[in-house]
């Protein structure tokens, strides 16, 4: 399977830390995918990071890919209280992408 | 910008009932997949379409079949529901020479 893990499983911090994220993966991929999902809600894509890039920002986001170590880090820089949600990886090869286990963030105001 | 649309938003079935959940992709996206997600899990790949031909097949039970329409909607038709297939069902739709998918809010199916 090429699913994602991430880890940790949950996390609680203050508003106004950064926050981190890891996803491991276990095959070769075309992309890697973070999404974000608010609980019970849709899910909402919040940066894709293709194989052979290392490192991608958007806004307070920062996504790292290593290859070598099939992982990936997603950072959420001054984290605010509307981050709170769940955190996915999605790898992605072919027509079809698997979702990993999740990240729960808790940001307290 | 139009997302992708999913119908209906909430849906309560009786075991052995059939259900169909619809999904309208975003305009000029030709790829659907179909996602389940059950309470605390992670999402899990389905079926997906391109150009109206099943692509791709995840673990989809046999009791459910999908398919892609001429004006690339989707619809996804579950037989002899069971209590274990109450979950989030959501839609994502891609363009080929796009950027990430874009997933729908979801039909949330109840089987009492």
């Known amino acids: 399977s090429q699913q994602g893990e991430e880890d940790p499983q949950a996390l609680s911090i203050q508003e106004g830390e950064n926050a981190t994220m890891n996803c491991s993966y276990k095959?070769?991929?075309?992309?890697l995918q973070w999404y974000r999902q608010n609980s019970g809600r849709g899910l909402v894509h919040l940066i894709l990071?293709?194989?052979?890039?290392r490192e991608k920002h958007s806004g307070r986001l920062r996504v790292t890919l290593d290859t070598s170590k099939k992982s990936s880090s997603l950072l959420i820089t001054a984290s605010r209280a509307a981050d709170t949600a769940s955190y996915f990886c999605?790898?992605?090869?072919?027509?079809?992408?698997?979702f990993g286990t999740g990240t729960s963030l808790t940001v307290i105001p | 910008a139009a997302g992708v649309i999913q119908s209906p938003r909430h849906l309560i079935k009786e075991k052995r009932e059939t259900a169909t959940l619809k999904c309208y992709p975003i305009?000029?996206?030709?790829?659907v997949y179909w996602y389940q997600q059950g309470p605390g899990q992670d999402p899990q790949f389905l079926i997906s379409?391109?150009?109206?031909?099943?692509?791709d097949k995840g673990s989809i039970p046999d009791r459910f079949s999908a398919q892609q329409f001429s004006d690339y909607h989707s619809e996804l038709n579950m037989s002899s529901l069971e209590l274990g297939d109450s979950a989030l069902y959501f839609c994502?739709?891609?363009?080929?020479?796009?950027?990430?998918?874009?997933f729908g809010s979801g039909t949330r199916l109840t089987v009492v």
């Open positions: 990071i293709r194989s052979n890039e």
């Open positions: 999605a790898t992605g090869k072919g027509n079809q992408f698997y």
């Open positions: 379409f391109y150009e109206k031909m099943q692509s």
């Open positions: 994502a739709s891609s363009a080929t020479n796009g950027y990430g998918y874009t």
């Open positions: 095959t070769s991929i075309n992309n």
């Open positions: 305009p000029r996206h030709d790829t």
